[in-house]
């Protein structure tokens, strides 16, 4: 059994770092300049409105203390590496999303420690997480992969066209053998989940689909950029500092459930988005006069 939980922990880590370089391999770094209304909304919904939202669910369906450390710690570790691709598959703004990505990644060695102390003491929760150890999750995972890719972008532009669809492509391989891992790891558990429990991580996932809808402002390119980083947080981040509060609870399985809701609720908004956008008449061309 251990082999295979290191085979899919490599699995895991490859698939995300070769996700992550297909992105920076896409892009360049000019794509990093957002307006500002949208960047500054994106971000307080996603480091300060996701959070609030997670104490007021956990407080109001009165969720156990692991769920409600499960919770809190997810809505704080924004960044999920796969923002990017999902939001460009479902026709967002791809740009959008990788700045988020970065905003999000760099802020997290200190904003995660300053939530979980504050959190830690209005629960109680008698935990801390060091900038240092979130760091070490952010750089070699996120910024690392995006880094290089934007440079091999850059300098070798070419290469950079080639190499893309074999990195899709081993991607679409480790979601093949993780996906359904997940669903037996996380499917155990929301079985089992209490009602409110389950009912207050389904609030926290459509009130935040709905808030970073809210702060995409008008164009629909961008509410579905933010909708899906305000809901999507980094696994990574969450189980380092999930496993530092309660390290004698199985983290990977409660974790591996929330996962799927958000990914689900996720992937049904882009889809339906997706929808609409084909489903909208198209724009009537100007006729020339004779």
């Known amino acids: ?33 957002q307006p500002g209304g949208v960047l500054v909304r994106a971000l307080l919904v996603i480091e300060v409105a996701v959070p609030l939202v997670a104490m007021l669910a956990v407080a109001l369906f009165r969720v156990p203390e ?3 450390a499960l919770f809190l710690i997810a809505a704080v570790c924004p960044g999920a590496p796969f923002i990017v691709r999902t939001t460009e598959k479902g026709g967002g703004r791809a740009s ?66 080639r190499v893309v669809p074999w990195l899709d492509r081993f991607f679409k391989v480790v979601l ?20 409110a429990t389950f009912a207050a991580a389904l609030v926290i996932v459509l009130v935040s689909t709905a808030l970073g809808a809210w702060a995409g402002g008008p164009a629909a390119e961008d509410r579905v950029a933010v909708s899906v980083a305000a809901v999507n947080g980094n696994p990574a981040l969450a189980m380092l500092v999930f496993t530092a509060v309660f390290p004698d609870l199985r983290a990977a399985a409660m974790l591996s459930a929330y996962i799927i809701l958000r990914a689900v609720v996720s992937l049904l908004y ?20 004779a």
């Open 1 to 33: 059994m251990s082999i295979v939980k290191g085979v899919v922990v490599f699995l895991v880590h490859a698939g995300i770092f070769g996700l992550l370089l297909a992105a920076g391999l896409r892009s360049k770094i000019r794509d990093l300049a």
């Open 66 to 68: 692991a769920g409600t």
């Open 96 to 161: 959008l999303a990788l700045t988020l990505l970065v905003i999000t990644s760099l802020a997290a060695p200190l904003a995660i420690p300053i939530w979980i102390w504050l959190m830690g003491r209005f629960y109680g929760f008698g935990a801390s997480i060091a900038p240092l150890a979130v760091a070490k999750v952010v750089l070699p995972s996120v910024i690392v992969p995006l880094a290089l890719g934007m440079l091999g972008r850059r300098f070798v532009p070419r290469l950079a066209d």
């Open 176 to 195: 093949v053998v993780v996906v359904p891992l997940l669903l037996v790891l996380g499917g155990r558990v929301l079985f089992h989940t209490r009602p």
């Open 270 to 289: 882009v889809r339906l988005f997706t929808r609409r956008r084909r489903d909208a008449p198209a724009p009537r061309e100007a006729r020339g006069t």
